[in-house]
């Protein structure tokens, strides 16, 4: 039995050709499509008081319930194409619209009241106390403290005493 080269050459060709499409030239691969690129997990709040929380990414999965607290911190742990999956401050999770979303950060007090102090040390002076459940606006954080306002009332409040930013987490 006989055989060319050249049928054998053609075929590893053919089969190496939609690897060598989807190389880059400086060897970085393009984020998925899909994606936004930024990190996951990561914390946005809800754009409007009308979101609806689906059980899948799309308009044909049925709605578990709608949002009515525009502001509300949640953190969002998956995306696929316009659909970001989200968990919200008491572990609920689901799909919402990208469209029902924005990138402010927000902070939710989760347990009883909470002490917002004028500056980022417990010796500060408190400048109010915040109720279980108000939704505040982060502006910055470091190492442990967050400046945040509630309304008017603006000042200082540990990162453990709210939900809406990681522990770890440091921005201005």
Request: proline share 6%; aromatic share 12%.
């Amino acid at each position: 039995m006989t055989f060319s080269r050249f049928p054998l050459l053609l075929i590893l060709y053919l089969i190496a050709m939609p690897y060598a499409a989807h190389a880059q030239s400086d060897g970085q691969q393009e984020p998925p499509a899909s994606g936004t690129g930024l990190p996951l997990p990561r914390f946005a709040s809800l754009h409007t008081d009308d979101v609806n929380l689906r059980t899948g990414p799309g308009t044909r999965y049925p709605i578990e319930w709608v949002y009515h607290t525009e502001g509300l911190p949640v953190e969002i742990t998956a995306e696929f194409d316009i659909w970001r999956r989200l968990r919200d401050w008491e572990g609920s999770e689901g799909w919402v619209h990208k469209n029902g979303l924005t990138g402010k950060r927000t902070a939710i007090i989760t347990q009883g009241r909470k002490s917002l102090y004028s500056s980022d040390s417990l010796a500060s002076p408190v400048v109010a106390m915040i109720e279980a459940n108000a939704i505040g606006a982060i502006q910055s954080c470091q190492a442990t403290w967050c400046k945040v306002h509630f309304g008017s009332i603006k000042g200082y409040m540990q990162k453990t005493d709210f939900w809406g930013a990681y522990a770890q987490e440091i921005f201005d």
